[in-house]
C-alpha cells in the first residue's frame, strides 16, 4: 500500500505540478463571479513558477543532501567485498521498446559500478532494482543492467540480481537478504549524492552496515548556492528532486523504514 500510495500523493504535491495545479484553478476562477481573487491566484502561481525555475532554490535545497555522505577511503589492503548498485538509472520502457540500453541521468550508478567492478574484480557486484512505476509496467530494472555489465566485460558469475524492489526500502531488505552479509565485510552502495542519506537510513534500518559510494553530484558544491538557472524547467525539475528526497526522508523515518530523520555518516 505504501509503494502506489506514495507515488500518487508525490504527482499531486510535487512543487512544479502543485504550483500548476493553482495555476489551473486560479484560471478557473476566472469564469465565476471569484474572477478578481482568480486572476490573483492565477498570477501568483505563475510568477511562483518564475521565481523557483530561476532562482537558486533547487540548489539550497539539494546540497545539504548531497554533502552528507563522503565517499569512502578504499584501502588496498581492504578492498570491498562487494559493490550495491541501486536502480533508477534507465528508462526501462525505452529500452525494452527500443532493443536498447537507454539511460537517464542518473546513469552515473552504474557507469561507476561498471568502473569499481573492473578496479576491484574479486568484489561481487549486486544491482537491486524491479520496477519503480505504477502504470506502463516494462521489464525490470535488473534485467537490464546484466544486459548492460555484460556488454561492459563484467563477468556474469560475479553478478547477483535483485529484480523484486520497488522503493529504496526494498532495495534494502531484499538485498541483504540475497547477499546475506557477514561480519567484517566491505560493502560499497551506490547512489546519487542525494538519495544517499535515505539509502543509508533504509540499509541500517534493515540491518546492513553499507559503506556511502556517492554518484550523479548534481552541484558543485556551496558555490552553486548563488547560482541561477538559465530555464525554469531546469530550477523546477531540481526543487522537485531536492524536495522529493526531503519529503521520502520524512516519510521513511515516521512509518519506520529508516533508522533516522536525517541519517548522518
Do not use: C
Request: glycine fraction near 10%; charge should be positive; aromatic fraction near 10%.
Amino acid at each position: 500500500m505504501f509503494f502506489p500510495l506514495a507515488k500518487i500523493v508525490w504527482f499531486l504535491l510535487q512543487p512544479s505540478s502543485a504550483l500548476i495545479i493553482v495555476l489551473l484553478v486560479g484560471l478557473g476562477l476566472t469564469w465565476t463571479r471569484f474572477a478578481r481573487a482568480g486572476r490573483l491566484i492565477a498570477l501568483m502561481a505563475a510568477l511562483m513558477l518564475l521565481i523557483v525555475g530561476l532562482s537558486p532554490l533547487g540548489n539550497w535545497l539539494i546540497l545539504p543532501l548531497e554533502e552528507r555522505f563522503q565517499r569512502t577511503t578504499i584501502s588496498p589492503s581492504e578492498p570491498p567485498t562487494g559493490l550495491i548498485v541501486l536502480g533508477g538509472a534507465q528508462d526501462t520502457l525505452v529500452s525494452q521498446a527500443r532493443g536498447v540500453i537507454a539511460l537517464n541521468e542518473a546513469g552515473e550508478r552504474l557507469v561507476d559500478a561498471a568502473a569499481l567492478a573492473r578496479t576491484y574484480p574479486q568484489a561481487k557486484l549486486v544491482f537491486t532494482g524491479g520496477s519503480g512505476r505504477l502504470i506502463y509496467e516494462g521489464e525490470t530494472e535488473a534485467k537490464a543492467a546484466d544486459a548492460l555489465f555484460q556488454g561492459l566485460g563484467i563477468d556474469r558469475r560475479r553478478l547477483l540480481l535483485e529484480d523484486q524492489a520497488r522503493d529504496t526500502y526494498e532495495n534494502a531488505i531484499y538485498t541483504k537478504k540475497l547477499v546475506n552479509p557477514r561480519a567484517g565485510e566491505r560493502w560499497l552502495l551506490i547512489t546519487s549524492a542525494a538519495h544517499m542519506p535515505r539509502a543509508m537510513g533504509s540499509f541500517r534500518k534493515a540491518g546492513f552496515d553499507v559503506l556511502p559510494w556517492p554518484v550523479d553530484y548534481r552541484t558543485r558544491g556551496p558555490a552553486d548556492a548563488t547560482r541561477f538557472f538559465g530555464k525554469p524547467s531546469e530550477g523546477l525539475r531540481r526543487v522537485d528532486a531536492a524536495v522529493r528526497e526531503w519529503a521520502g526522508l520524512a516519510a521513511y523515518y515516521l512509518t519506520g523504514r529508516s533508522n533516522a530523520l536525517f541519517p548522518s555518516p
